[in-house]
C-alpha cells in the first residue's frame, strides 16, 4: 500500500521520536554516556533464553546445510589451491559482515533502550538515529530488509521441502522399485515439518539443530571416506580454473554458508548475548569451524573426482548403500533445520500482523499464523515441485543484499560521526565501499548462475 507525503512524513518523525535519547544525554561515537547508561542485556528474556553452546548450535546449523555438498563443484570452477584460498577469505568477509552487524544491533539497543533489536529494527534505528540525510529512508530501508527476510527465508523453506521429498522419493523409488509421484512425499513430509515448523523459542530447536549436525557429520563422513579411498596426486588438478568460472566459485561459496537472517534471532535469545562476539566464543569458533568443513569437502571432493565432479557430490558416489544412507542423512539434517530456517519469515511476518490483533487472542493467533504459513509453503511446493531455480533468482538478490550490501551500510550510518571508530583517515569507509563492490560481484554472479539455471530448466 502506498504512501502519502503526510504519512511519510509522520513515519520519519515517529521513528525520530522513537530513537532519540534524552535531551540531557550526549552521544560520544555510539554509547551514551551518563551515569546511569542503560544495559540492554539486562532487560532481555532470560525465562526462554538460549545457552551458549545451543547458540552455537544454532549458528552452525544457521549456515551449514545440504550446500556443503556443492563444494567440490565450486572448486572445480575455481581451481584447487585458489579455491581453498578463496573459501577462507570468503569466510572471513562471511564473518566480518554478521560481526558488524551484531555490533551495530548491540550498540543501538543501548542507544534508543531496547533491550533487543532484530535486523529490520537495527536498520530502522541505525538510520533514524544516523546523519539527518538518512532518516528520511528509515521506513523504507526497514521495508527492504523485512521483505528480503521474508522472501528468501519463506521460498528457502520450500525448496526445503521439494529436496526433503526429492530425496526420499530417490531412495524409496530405487528400493522398493516404484516411481511414485514427487507431490506424495511433499504431502508425507508435512506431517513431520507441522510440529517442528510450531515451535517458537529457539532453545526448544537446539535437539533439532544438535541432531541435524549429527546427520550432516556422519554424511560428510560418508562422502569423505569414499573420497579419502584413491587420491591422485595434488598435481593432477590445476592450481586456477578460469576467470570465466570464478564468479560461480564465488556466488556458490557465498550463498553456501550466509546465513545471516538467523543471526540476530539467536543472539537476542541468548541468556548471556556478550559471548556471542567475544573471542573466541559463538561467532569465531562457528565460522572457524564452517569455513574448515566447507574447504576440506570442497577441495578433496575435487582433488578425487576432478572434472567428473557432480552438482552434488552424492551424484559422484553412484547407486550404492553409502550414496543412499548419505542421502537420508542430509534429507534427515535439512528436516530438522526446517523449524530453525522457518523462525526468521515467521517472525517478520508476525511484525505485520501483531498489531492487528486483540491482546487475548494473540497466542492463539500466532501459532495460527505460522501454521498457515506452514501450508503455504507446502501448497507451494506440491504447485511448483521445479521451484527451485526461480527461488534461486530471489534468493541470489535477497541473500547478497542482506549478507553484503546491509551491513557495510549500517557500520557506515552508526558510526558516521565517530572518528575513533572509524580510524585513521578514515580507513572504515574504503572498507565499507569494498564490501559494497563484493555484494555487487556476488550479486552479478549470482544472477548469472541462477539465470543460466531457469533457462535450462526452462526453455530447453
Request: glycine share 8%; proline share 5%.
Amino acid at each position: 500500500m502506498s504512501k502519502t507525503p503526510n504519512d511519510s512524513k509522520n513515519s520519519v518523525n515517529n521513528g525520530l521520536n522513537l530513537f532519540t535519547t534524552s535531551s540531557k544525554a550526549k552521544l560520544a561515537g555510539c554509547v551514551e554516556i551518563g551515569p546511569h547508561d542503560y544495559e540492554p542485556f539486562q532487560h532481555r528474556d532470560f525465562v526462554n533464553g538460549l545457552g551458549t553452546m545451543g547458540a552455537l548450535f544454532h549458528m552452525i546449523k544457521g549456515s551449514l546445510g545440504s550446500g556443503i555438498l556443492s563444494m567440490p563443484m565450486a572448486f572445480r570452477d575455481a581451481g584447487l589451491w585458489v579455491g581453498l584460498i578463496g573459501a577462507i577469505l570468503i569466510g572471513i568477509l562471511c564473518t566480518h559482515c554478521v560481526h558488524i552487524l551484531v555490533m551495530c544491533s548491540q550498540v543501538l539497543s543501548k542507544r534508543i533502550k531496547r533491550p533487543s533489536l532484530g535486523f529490520a529494527e537495527t536498520t530502522e534505528a541505525a538510520f533514524s538515529t544516523g546523519p539527518v540525510m538518512f532518516r528520511r529512508y528509515a521506513g523504507v530501508a526497514r521495508e527492504v530488509v523485512n521483505v528480503s527476510l521474508i522472501l528468501s527465508y519463506y521460498l528457502g523453506t520450500t525448496v526445503y521441502i521439494v529436496f526433503i521429498a526429492a530425496s526420499f522419493k530417490q531412495v524409496v523409488d530405487s528400493a522398493m522399485q516404484v516411481d511414485l509421484n514427487i507431490r506424495l512425499y511433499i504431502l508425507m513430509v508435512m506431517v513431520v515439518i507441522i510440529p517442528i515448523g510450531s515451535i517458537r523459542h529457539l532453545k526448544y530447536l537446539v535437539p533439532f539443530s544438535f541432531f541435524a549436525l549429527l546427520c550432516l557429520i556422519f554424511g560428510c563422513g560418508f562422502v569423505l571416506y569414499d573420497v579419502f579411498t584413491d587420491l591422485p596426486p595434488l598435481s593432477s588438478r590445476p592450481f586456477f580454473s578460469s576467470w570465466k568460472q570464478l564468479p560461480l566459485f564465488y556466488a556458490t561459496m557465498c550463498f553456501s554458508i550466509e546465513g545471516i537472517g538467523t543471526v540476530l534471532p539467536i543472539e537476542n535469545a541468548m541468556k548471556k548475548p556478550k559471548h556471542f562476539l567475544s573471542c573466541p566464543w559463538v561467532l569465531n569458533v562457528a565460522m572457524t569451524w564452517l569455513v574448515l568443513m566447507y574447504s576440506m569437502v570442497g577441495f578433496f571432493g575435487y582433488l578425487r573426482y576432478g572434472d567428473a565432479t557432480e552438482g552434488s557430490v552424492t551424484l559422484n558416489l553412484g547407486h550404492t548403500f553409502m550414496s543412499e544412507m548419505v542421502k537420508i542423512l542430509v534429507a534427515l539434517n535439512v528436516c530438522c533445520s526446517y523449524g530453525l530456517i522457518f523462525c526468521v519469515p515467521s517472525e517478520s511476518m508476525w511484525k505485520y500482523v501483531e498489531p492487528l490483533v486483540k491482546e487475548e487472542n494473540k497466542t492463539r493467533s500466532y501459532y495460527t499464523m505460522r501454521l498457515l504459513l506452514i501450508l503455504g509453503t507446502v501448497a507451494l511446493a506440491t504447485a511448483l515441485p521445479d521451484l527451485e531455480p526461480a527461488i534461486g533468482l530471489v534468493g541470489t538478490i535477497c541473500y547478497s543484499t542482506l549478507g553484503l550490501l546491509f551491513p557495510s551500510l549500517l557500520e557506515l550510518i552508526t558510526f558516521w560521526d565517530d572518528p575513533v571508530y572509524m580510524g585513521r583517515w578514515r580507513w572504515r569507509y574504503f572498507k565499507d565501499f569494498l564490501l559494497s563492490i563484493a555484494w555487487l560481484v556476488a550479486l552479478v554472479a549470482g544472477l548469472q548462475a541462477s539465470i543460466a539455471k531457469v533457462v535450462e530448466i526452462y526453455w530447453n
